[in-house]
């Protein structure tokens, strides 16, 4: 038998896209305030909490508490109104198939996001009643690459990270899922989730055969 028993999915770019949102809605809250924001900046976000992406933003500039706070709610006021147009076919291709076959095999699974919009952005894709748990920004003090969020959904599982397989897009993610010992496939490319244990394009065509497969043979 095999000793996988559970799946932790990461949210922003694995079981949807939002990056292009987050990006929109910074956009909006730099352009507002005269500093410079790409979608190559927008890359470097990927899987970091809100506070530390307009660290980044900011580009070592100071601003007093009160600023930042400011800053961070527009951001996410903004955020807020682009999440009105998400609808269930948001999903990423391949996601819900995944879930299905997950549960039919008895796997338990869970979402481990920085978010802490997670909630909201699961209603409108309507997943919220496919998990065992959901971990989000609100879930746990230290985001990632610290592994708290992820251990938090683990424990709410019953499951040792050493069972469960984490799915993730994020630098950030990957680094935070093994320092912790759990299991890990990154969806993206190389340069960015390079680290992972397994590697592919999208959760498309996953099916719970293949990761057990893959993991029965690192074991
Ligand atoms: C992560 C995204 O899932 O959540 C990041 O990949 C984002 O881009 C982070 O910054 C925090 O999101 P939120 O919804 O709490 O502002
Ligand atoms: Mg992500």
């Avoid at 919009?117 to 989000?136: H, Q, S, T, Y």
Wanted: hydrophobic share 40%; aromatic share 8%.
């Amino acid at each position: 038998m095999t000793a996988i028993q559970g799946f932790i999915f990461d949210l922003d770019g694995v079981l949807t896209e939002t990056s292009e949102f987050h990006y929109l809605s910074w956009r909006q809250l730099a352009d507002e305030e005269g500093l410079s924001f790409t979608r190559e900046d927008n890359e470097q976000l990927r899987g970091i909490s809100r506070r530390e992406s307009l660290m980044k933003l900011l580009k070592g500039k100071t601003l007093p508490e009160d600023t930042i706070q400011d800053y961070m709610y527009r951001k996410n006021a903004y955020y807020h109104q682009h999440l009105q147009t998400m609808t269930p076919d948001d999903c990423l291709p391949g996601v819900r198939e995944l879930i299905d076959d997950a549960l039919a095999n008895n796997l338990k699974i869970g979402v481990g996001s920085a978010s802490r919009n997670a909630l909201p952005v699961l209603e409108k894709l309507e997943l919220v009643d496919r998990f065992n748990i959901i971990g989000d920004g609100n879930s746990v003090k230290n985001s990632k690459p610290a592994p708290d969020v992820f251990l938090w959904v683990a424990g709410g599982l019953r499951i040792a990270p050493k069972n469960i397989v984490v799915f993730e897009d994020a630098e950030a993610g990957i680094e935070a899922a093994k320092i912790a010992g759990f299991n890990t496939i990154g969806i993206g490319s190389p340069d960015i989730v390079g680290e992972a244990d397994k590697l592919v394009p999208s959760l498309q065509g996953i099916t719970v055969d293949k990761v057990l497969q893959f993991f029965a043979q690192q074991a």
